[in-house]
């Protein structure tokens, strides 16, 4: 079975100098997942892999590969090359306007949460905050990497994980559409307030709302099957139905 090699739309690829470094990612993981499925890996050579790679990226980036730009030698494989057309995007692009998107990002109305939270994860990984988070030694020309370690039992802190957690915690949560989600995950105490944490609560609202949902539009269904079967004119039929209906969404609304 022949699978479609999956094709950049070309919506941020266009000018590879000027999109966001997320989008690498999010095409990476779209053409690993199709490197599984075909066994690219092991069905193919790495010249076919390179090939099939090619095809599938955008004209611009295919140019950067055939002049030289992108350093893609013999010995390289399609996963070198995508790290190829990373650090070249880490060279050309400013972080902060990839910074300014992650800031920006807000859940869209009839967006899950779990999908909210993937895309910042693509673009948190665009905004290179390991560049700041990463220092080296100033002293006699060292240069050697600096890290935090504990007073008490001298074990070494991985700043960067925390960093990227807490800051993926904050952009969800100010970013959720639903205010009363937003309001149940601020209930909590900040100390309590992880991730993981984060997440399950908004797992959670958003489970029962649409299970909340679900019953409401059955109760009106039902409603409306009462009313077709009634010998009333068809304008006192929709007066009575839409009265019915409101009166069902008005008990649902006070006893949430």
């Known amino acids: ?43 193919c050579d790495r010249r076919a892999r390179k090939g099939v790679l090619r095809e599938a990226i955008h004209e611009d980036w295919s140019r950067l590969w055939s002049t030289g730009v992108l350093k893609v030698n013999d010995a390289h494989d399609w996963r070198e090359i995508v790290e190829l057309m990373s650090e070249y995007l ?7 306007l990839d910074r300014l998107n992650f800031h920006d990002r807000s859940q869209f109305a009839s967006e899950s949460v ?7 994860q693509i673009l948190y990984d665009s905004c290179w905050f390991d ?17 935090l370690v504990c007073n008490t039992c001298r074990e070494a802190v991985d ?19 639903d205010q009363d989600m937003q309001r149940e995950v601020l209930k909590e105490r900040l100390t309590d307030l992880t991730l993981n944490r984060t997440r ?48 069902v969404k008005k008990k649902r609304k006070e006893k949430n």
């Open 1 to 43: 079975m022949s699978y479609p090699v999956p094709q950049d739309e070309g919506s941020q690829t266009q000018v590879p100098q000027g999109h966001y470094a997320g989008d690498i990612w999010d095409r990476k993981e779209k053409f690993v997942e199709y490197a599984a499925i075909t066994k690219l890996d092991t069905e």
């Open 90 to 96: 880490r060279d050309q692009r400013i972080p902060l």
């Open 114 to 120: 779990d999908k909210y939270y993937a895309h910042l």
């Open 131 to 147: 560049l700041d988070m990463n220092y080296k030694c100033g002293q006699g020309g060292c240069n050697g990497e600096v890290r």
């Open 159 to 177: 700043i960067n994980a925390r960093f990227r957690q807490r800051t993926q915690r904050d952009r969800l949560i100010f970013g959720l559409h």
């Open 200 to 247: 399950d609560i908004c797992r959670s609202h958003e489970g029962s709302t649409q299970t909340q949902d679900k019953i409401l539009t059955k109760e009106v269904n039902q409603v409306r099957k009462r009313g077709r079967g009634s010998n009333k004119s068809s304008y006192k039929q929709g007066k009575i139905r839409g009265q019915e209906e409101n009166d």
